[in-house]
T-cell receptor, first 113, second 113 residues
Framework: GENVEQHPSTLSVQEGDSAVIKCTYS??????FPWYKQELGKRPQLIID?????GEKKDQRIAVTLNKTAKHFSLHITETQPEDSAVYFC????????????FGTGTRLQVTL | DVKVTQSSRYLVKRTGEKVFLECVQD?????MFWYRQDPGLGLRLIYF???????EKGDIPEGYSVSREKKERFSLILESASTNQTSMYLC????????????FGQGTRLTVV
C-alpha cells in the first residue's frame, strides 16, 4: 500500500519568513495530493491540493509543488503569520473507487513574533 | 456546509468493554473513513467504507470492526477495549470519484482505563 513520509516533524519560523514542508510517497499510482491544516483542538481542514497532471499550484500565500518522477511534493507558505501556527498533514491517494487517503505524520509549525 | 458529526467528544471506558463510536454525515457521500490520531504518528487509517454494507481494512484494523448499515452512518466498534486503544478517533467523509476532499468530524478522545 501507499506510504507517505513527511519532514520536518516540527518547524519554527519567525513571522514574515517562509516555511517549507516536504513529503514523499511510495505508490506511483497515487494521483491526488492534498494538504490539511489542523489548528489546536480543531478538526483537520483542506487548505490546498494538487493533482498529478499539474506541477505547481498557488493560492495566495500558500503553494504546493509536485515532482512525480521523484515522488515528492512540498508545501510552501510565504510571509508567515501567527495564525499559520498549526499541524500540517500531507496526504496521497489514488482517485479510484474508494479515494483512500494516506496521511503523513504531520508537521507542527510554530510562527513566532 | 458538509457536516460530519461524531457522537461523543470525550469517552472514558474500562478495559474489556465494548465501545461504539458513531459518525454521521449529511451530504450523501459514498466514502467514509475512521482514523486514529496519535502524537508523532499522524492519522492512521483503521477502516473505510465506499458503500453501504461494504467495508475494507485500513492500515491498523486489529482490535476494531465497523458497521455501515445506512449511507450516512459509519460506526467504529472496539470489541474489547484495551489501554493501547486510548487515542483521538477521527471520522471522515469523502464524496468520491474526482472530488476527493475529506471532511472530518470533530473527533472523539477515547481513554481506556
Amino acid at each position: 500500500g501507499e506510504n507517505v513520509e513527511q519532514h520536518p516533524s516540527t518547524l519554527s519560523v519567525q513571522e514574515g519568513d517562509s516555511a517549507v514542508i516536504k513529503c514523499t510517497y511510495s505508490d506511483s499510482a497515487s494521483n491526488y495530493f492534498p494538504w490539511y491544516k489542523q489548528e489546536l483542538g480543531k478538526r483537520p481542514q483542506l487548505i490546498i491540493d494538487i493533482r498529478s497532471n499539474v506541477g505547481e499550484k498557488k493560492d495566495q500565500r500558500i503553494a504546493v509543488t509536485l515532482n512525480k518522477t521523484a515522488k515528492h511534493f512540498s508545501l510552501h507558505i510565504t510571509e508567515t503569520q501567527p495564525e499559520d501556527s498549526a499541524v500540517y498533514f500531507c496526504a496521497a491517494s489514488y482517485t479510484g473507487t474508494a479515494s483512500k487517503l494516506t496521511f503523513g505524520t504531520g508537521t507542527r509549525l510554530q510562527v513566532t513574533l | 456546509d458538509v457536516k460530519v458529526t461524531q457522537s461523543s467528544r470525550y469517552l472514558v471506558k474500562r478495559t474489556g468493554e465494548k465501545v461504539f463510536l458513531e459518525c454521521v454525515q449529511d451530504m450523501d457521500h459514498e466514502n467514509m473513513f475512521w482514523y486514529r490520531q496519535d502524537p508523532g504518528l499522524g492519522l492512521r487509517l483503521i477502516y473505510f467504507s465506499y458503500d453501504v454494507k461494504m467495508k475494507e481494512k485500513g492500515d491498523i484494523p486489529e482490535g476494531y470492526s465497523v458497521s455501515r448499515e445506512k449511507k450516512e452512518r459509519f460506526s467504529l466498534i472496539l470489541e474489547s477495549a484495551s489501554t493501547n486503544q486510548t487515542s483521538m478517533y477521527l471520522c471522515a467523509s469523502v464524496t468520491g470519484g474526482a472530488d476527493t476532499e475529506a471532511f472530518f468530524g470533530q473527533g472523539t478522545r477515547l481513554t481506556v482505563v
